[in-house]
């Protein structure tokens, strides 16, 4: 296990169209977090689950999002009717359950709405 | 969650120590001071975490002062891919608070040769 894997690296769409990326965790790690940056920006948070339940969600997280994690292994992050504004890097980060380990994150999403 | 201050950007010569501050002058006392680092283009990476004590491990120490109002992340033989921004951020635990990090605007180091 290498770590945290997100496909694909980089995604360019027309606005209006639907996006999915996937993120495969950490195997044994039962925490999975999704988050969004913007260029210049520290991430910000979307949308946590615990196993396969999201326990979790920002406001940032409008109803073009959705997210899932089926069976509490790789989750996908949907955006429908894709906006300009969603461009962003969309990073995903597994944790076990003690506090006293930090997020391992993958190395991103690149979306760029044109 | 506390707010955290950093420095927008600071400069370190290498091979000497990097020293980052951060300002959480509002921490709770349950509330853990985490240091992760994003060099450019990829995710963020964990450094370090603490509570109240010092710590440290292979890549950097945490000094956290006694009244825990601020913290200093140490990199003690800055190199050139020490290069990032760092990122303060305070943690409180509890499976229902989510544990989510919120990241600030971190302070961009910069290793000069």
Known sequence: DTGVSQNPRHKITKRGQNVTFRCDPISEHNRLYWYRQTLGQGPEFLTYFQNEAQL???????DRFSAERPKGSFSTLEIQRTEQG????????????????GYTFGSGTRLTVV | DAKTTQPTSMDCAEGRAANLPCNHST?????????YRQIHSQGPQYIIHG???????????????????????????ATLR?????????????????????????TRLMVKP
Do not use: Q
């Open chain 1, 56 to 62: 979790e969600k920002s406001r940032l997280l409008s």
């Open chain 1, 86 to 101: 969603d461009s962003a890097m969309y990073l995903c980060a597994s944790s076990p359950d003690s506090f006293n380990y």
């Open chain 2, 27 to 35: 921490i709770s006392g349950n509330e853990y001071v985490y240091w």
């Open chain 2, 51 to 77: 509570l109240k004590n010092n710590e440290t491990n292979e890549m950097a120490s945490l000094i956290i002062t006694e009244d825990r109002k601020s913290s200093t992340l140490i990199l003690p033989h």
């Open chain 2, 82 to 106: 020490d290069t990032a921004v760092y990122y303060c951020i305070v943690r409180r635990p509890g499976y229902n608070a989510g544990n989510m990090l919120t990241f600030g605007g971190g």
